[in-house]
């Protein structure tokens, strides 16, 4: 026996070994490294050394399961009535540029804007709930938007940070175990996730895109979350608006059952799927109805105010942002010093709005941070004065920037004007994003998933894995 007490090589050099070497690990193995990595037992150099391998080498579906699992029980997880099996539901979303729909939520990285950082533009909203409160705030209002507990899935953490700094984001087995290890560590019954793709997305092909919406649905469904998939365009911001606070006030439009067409789509369709998933539905469609019925009839705004409150905001606040006008909801939220608006440089139809340089030019502005814990501007952002597919004129506005200190630069404007893309086409009906639907093996049919009247404008295929 070594040390590890696993049998001879099983010290920590021989199961980077073994990984280095393409090899399988096994279950026993894979706990060995996330204790460590939980209780401090390993060097940076040895986790560093073990991510690499696994970037480069892969897991295989068995051994990916494995390390999601044992990431979930490396720290708290959460407990929950048995009257509320399969009825607890969560959304994730890979993140992406005016990403507003809500979820169990982290902030900003890179480029992306972070749920919570929006949510914090709301004056008293506490994002920091206790699993105990949580419960409460769940029994009483229904539904909460909050961040991960200091408690949930250390070992994510620990991993999550030295990922960042060893170029290994991007590994499929530790993109899928980091994001359902939390999902599963919180106990849900039925997951959505919304994979994005396209230039202003974590994956920018199709392809690789649905690679990542296949390996979350198939270790999901083994974990027991009945777990579904979207994959939706990010080459253009969702919506109209970018930014924290601006954000949120479209966000609440959207509430009202109002706003841009391709952000009621989607949180209609990924809403309508939860529905379908937790047997509340009958199918995606019929979801996708009842959730655009409580957004037309207030029921979704009303929902939203009690959540606010739940979660520290004052009742009076709440009330101005979710029954006020567009000013009241202004006067809560504040507003930045100055706004500037871009003209088109030429006659033309709108082929595409670039979300990346979009972003880039409003976290330079201070939309973003730089380092961890820095403070960020929530009123800095921008709105989309146009849509894909329409026509503009030579001069006329395309894009309002809401700016404090510093202001535009020409270098700055010279970038978010490469963000128009404009053709001498006829004008056009834009695609909705959802491009594919995964669902778990064994799932029924197209029009038994989606619907007899389908998803609308959705031109979605369907996938199993
Ligand atoms: N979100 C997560 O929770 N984990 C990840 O690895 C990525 C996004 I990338």
């Known amino acids: ?97 005016g990403d507003k729909v809500p979820m169990i939520s982290g902030r900003g990285l890179g480029h992306t804007g972070g749920t919570l ?29 909050v961040g991960q507990s200091e408690e949930l899935v250390p070992a994510d953490k620990v991993l999550y940070a030295l990922r960042d700094v060893t170029a290994t984001v991007d590994s499929l087995p530790l993109i899928t175990a980091s994001i359902l290890s939390k999902k599963a560590a919180e106990k849900v019954s039925a997951l959505v996730l919304d994979v994005k793709f396209g230039s202003a997305a974590l994956y920018t092909s199709l392809d690789s895109a649905r690679t990542l919406a296949q390996s979350l649905v198939s270790v999901g469904s083994r974990l027991g979350i009945c777990t579904v998939a979207m994959l939706s ?9 970018v930014g924290h606070s601006l954000e949120v006030l479209e966000a609440l439009q959207c509430l009202e059952g109002q706003g841009p067409a391709d952000l009621h789509h989607l949180v209609t369709t990924l809403g309508g799927s939860l529905l379908w998933q937790c047997g509340k539905a009958g199918s995606v469609g019929q979801g996708a109805a009842r959730i655009a019925a409580s957004l ?22 709440a009330q101005a942002l979710c029954t006020g006008t567009e000013e009241q909801r202004y006067q809560v939220l504040g507003r930045a010093r100055g706004q500037e608006e871009l003209p088109a440089a030429q006659d033309g139809t709108v082929q ?9 030019v409003l976290h330079e502005l201070g939309a973003g941070r730089t380092q961890k814990g820095q403070p960020i501007n929530h009123h800095v952002g921008a709105e989309l004065l146009v849509t894909v597919g329409q026509r503009v004129a030579k001069g006329s506005p395309w894009i309002r920037i809401h700016y404090d200190t510093p202001e535009l630069s ?56």
Do not use: Y
């Open 352 to 360: 595409r709005v670039e979300a990346l340089p979009i972003a880039q």
């Open 233 to 241: 365009r990010m080459d253009g911001p969702l919506g109209q608006r």
């Open 117 to 145: 950082d929006k949510l914090e533009s709301v004056p008293g909203f506490n994002v920091s709930q206790s699993p105990e409160q949580m419960r409460c705030i769940l029994e009483q209002v229904g539904c909460c938007i």
């Open 1 to 97: 026996m070594d040390r590890t007490g696993l049998g001879s090589g099983n010290s920590f050099p021989a199961l980077i070994r073994k990984k280095r070497d393409g090899e399988k690990l096994r279950d026993e193995e894979i706990r060995h490294f996330v204790r460590a990595v939980t209780r401090g037992g390993l060097q940076e150099g040895q986790m560093g050394a073990m991510l690499m391998a696994i970037r480069l080498r892969g897991m295989d579906p068995d051994e990916m399961l494995t390390l999601t699992q044992e990431m979930a029980v490396s720290g708290r997880v959460l407990e929950w009535p048995d009257s509320w099996q399969r009825l607890l539901v969560d959304k994730h979303s890979t993140g992406g540029v």
């Open 296 to 317: 037309a009839d207030g029921s979704a705004l009303g929902k939203f105010q009690a959540m606010l409150q739940a979660q520290g905001v004052e009742a009076g606040v």
């Open 410 to 465: 020409n270098d700055q404007r010279r970038t978010l004007q490469g963000a128009l893309v404009l053709a001498g086409s006829e004008p056009f009906a834009p695609s909705c994003k959802v491009a594919e639907i995964i669902l778990p093996q064994g799932s029924r049919s197209l029009e038994e998933v989606t619907g007899e009247q389908g998803l609308g404008s959705s031109q979605a295929l369907l996938c199993s894995v």
